[in-house]
C-alpha cells in the first residue's frame, strides 16, 4: 500500500528531499573518508619507513642517531609545507568549491609517494637522492595541506544537524586506516623479505602501491556533489571574499591560536607512540621493530571504531567533555607510557600506547572537524579552518619526533621526552577548559 508524500506549503515534497539530503550527506562522508584514507597512507608511509630505511639509504653517516635526526627532518619538512598547501588550496576551495580541489589533493599526493619508490638512494646518486626526497615529501606535505580543510568542510557542511561529529568522523578514521594499510604492508614485507633485500627493493612496493589507492579515490570524488551550505551562500547568494585567508585573520585572529593549542594533544600522542618510540625502541633499548609496527596496526585498527564511538559520544554530550577528556587521559599516560618501554614490557607497553593513540588521541581528534570549521564563516572557511589546522600541524606535530629525538640525544634519558609529552597535554586540557564557545558546549 503506498504511502502518502509529506507535502510543504510550496509543493515541496519534503520526503524526497530530506531522502535526497540524507543522500548526499552519505556520500558526503564516503567521500572524504576515502580520499583521506589515501593522503594518510601516503604521508604516513613515509615517517614508517623514515625510522626504518631512510636514515641508511638516504643519509648514510657512521653515527645512527644523526641519520635518524635527518630522516626525521624529512618527515617534518612535509609539515613545513602543509600551510601552504592549506593556504592555496584554500584560496580556490573558498572560491571553486572543495570538491574541485580535493581531486586535485588526492592526485598530487599519489604522484609524489609513487615517485618516491622509484627514487634512487645515496649510493647511487649521491646527495641528488636526499635533495629529490625531500622535494617529494615537500610535494607531500602541499598536498595534505590542502586535503583536511575540503575534506572536513565537505563532511560538515553535508552532515545533518547534531550529527556533524559522527558523518565528519571518517576524515580522522581514514588517518587510522591509512595507518594500518601503510604499517602493515610494511610489516607483511619486513617479515617476508631478508633485511638487505627490504632495504634494498622491499620498502619501495608499498610507494609504488600509492597508485592503486590514488585511482579508486579518484573515482569516488568525482561522483561526489557540491556542498549545498557552498552553493547557497557562495555560488547563489555570491557572498565570495576576495581573500578570504585574509578575511578569516581580520575577523578570528584568536582561532588560529586556540586549533594550535587543542592539536597538541592530538598530535603529540600520535606520533609519540607511532614514530618516536618505532625509532627509540629499536635504536636505543634493542627491541624489536615488529613490536611497534604491530602497535602501529593495532592502535590504527581499533580507531576506526573508537574515532566515529567517540563522535556519537560527543554529538550527544558535547564535544568540550570528549576533548577534556582525552586529553587528560594524555596527560596521565605520558609518563608510564615510557617506564613501560623502559621495563621492555610488551603487555605494558601495548596498554599505554592504546591509552596514549587510541583514547587520548582519538578522543581529541573526533570533535576537530565540526569544532575547527565552525569557527569561520562559510565563504572564508576552507582558508580559515585549513590554514589553522596545517600551521598546528608544524608546530605541533611535524618536528615532533626530531624534536624528541633531540631531547633523547641531548639528556641520554626518556625522562624530558615524557615532560614534553605532558606538557602539550596539559596546554590542550587547559585551552579547552577556559574556551567558552556554542561549539564546544
Not at 639509504?57 to 624529512?74: E, M, N, R, V
Not at 625531500?134 to 575534506?151: M, P, S
Request: hydrophobic residues 50%.
Amino acid at each position: 500500500m503506498a504511502t502518502s508524500a509529506t507535502i510543504s506549503p510550496r509543493g515541496i515534497n519534503l520526503d524526497a528531499a530530506q531522502a535526497d539530503a540524507e543522500r548526499r550527506s552519505r556520500k558526503a562522508a564516503l567521500g572524504s573518508f576515502v580520499g583521506a584514507v589515501v593522503d594518510w597512507y601516503d604521508f604516513l608511509l613515509y615517517g614508517i619507513t623514515a625510522a626504518l630505511v631512510f636514515n641508511s639509504q638516504y643519509f648514510p653517516t657512521k653515527d645512527p642517531t644523526i641519520g635518524t635526526l635527518a630522516a626525521f627532518a624529512t618527515f617534518g619538512v612535509g609539515f613545513l609545507f602543509r600551510p601552504l598547501g592549506g593556504i592555496v588550496f584554500g584560496h580556490f576551495g573558498d572560491h571553486l568549491g572543495r570538491k574541485r580541489m580535493l581531486v586535485l589533493t588526492v592526485s598530487m599526493m599519489g604522484i609524489s609517494t609513487a615517485l618516491i619508490g622509484f627514487l634512487p638512494t645515496y649510493q647511487s646518486i649521491g646527495w641528488y637522492a636526499p635533495l629529490g626526497l625531500v622535494t617529494l615529501r615537500a610535494i607531500q606535505g602541499f598536498a595534505v595541506g590542502g586535503e583536511w580543510g575540503g575534506a572536513a568542510l565537505l563532511a560538515v557542511e553535508s552532515a545533518p544537524s547534531g550529527k556533524k561529529a559522527f558523518y565528519s568522523s571518517g576524515v580522522q578514521v581514514g588517518y587510522g586506516v591509512g595507518l594500518v594499510l601503510a604499517t602493515g604492508i610494511v610489516s607483511i614485507l619486513s617479515h617476508s623479505l631478508s633485511n638487505p633485500s627490504f632495504l634494498s627493493w622491499g620498502w619501495r612496493i608499498p610507494f609504488v602501491f600509492s597508485v592503486v589507492l590514488v585511482l579508486i579515490a579518484l573515482w569516488i570524488r568525482t561522483s561526489m556533489e557540491e556542498s549545498q551550505e557552498f552553493v547557497q551562500k557562495v555560488v547563489i547568494l555570491g557572498e565570495k571574499k576576495k581573500m578570504p585567508l585574509l578575511e578569516a585573520l581580520r575577523r578570528h585572529p584568536e582561532s588560529f591560536l586556540l586549533i594550535i593549542a587543542l592539536r597538541m594533544a592530538e598530535m603529540f600522542t600520535m606520533y609519540i607512540v607511532t614514530a618516536f618510540a618505532l625509532a627509540y625502541s629499536t635504536k636505543n633499548l634493542h627491541m624489536s621493530r615488529d613490536l611497534f609496527l604491530n602497535i602501529a596496526l593495532t592502535v590504527g585498527a581499533v580507531s576506526c571504531v573508537t574515532i566515529p564511538l567517540f563522535a556519537k559520544v560527543a554529538d550527544h554530550v558535547g564535544r568540550r567533555r570528549v576533548y577534556l577528556t582525552g586529553a587528560l587521559i594524555g596527560l596521565l599516560s605520558s609518563i608510564p607510557f615510557f617506564m613501560a618501554m623502559e621495563a621492555r614490557s610488551t603487555l605494558w607497553i601495548v596498554i599505554w600506547s592504546v591509552m596514549l593513540a587510541n583514547i587520548a588521541h582519538d578522543m581529541t581528534v573526533c570533535v576537530q572537524q565540526p569544532l575547527f570549521t565552525e569557527m569561520f564563516g562559510t565563504e572564508y572557511r576552507y582558508s580559515g579552518a585549513g590554514v589553522g589546522y596545517q600551521v598546528a600541524s608544524v608546530v605541533c606535530g611535524g618536528f615532533t619526533p626530531f624534536i624528541a629525538t633531540a631531547l633523547l640525544a641531548m639528556n641520554g634519558s626518556w625522562h624530558p621526552v615524557a615532560a614534553y609529552l605532558a606538557g602539550g597535554c596539559l596546554l590542550s586540557v587547559v585551552v579547552a577548559w577556559r574556551m567558552k564557545m556554542h561549539a564546544v558546549a
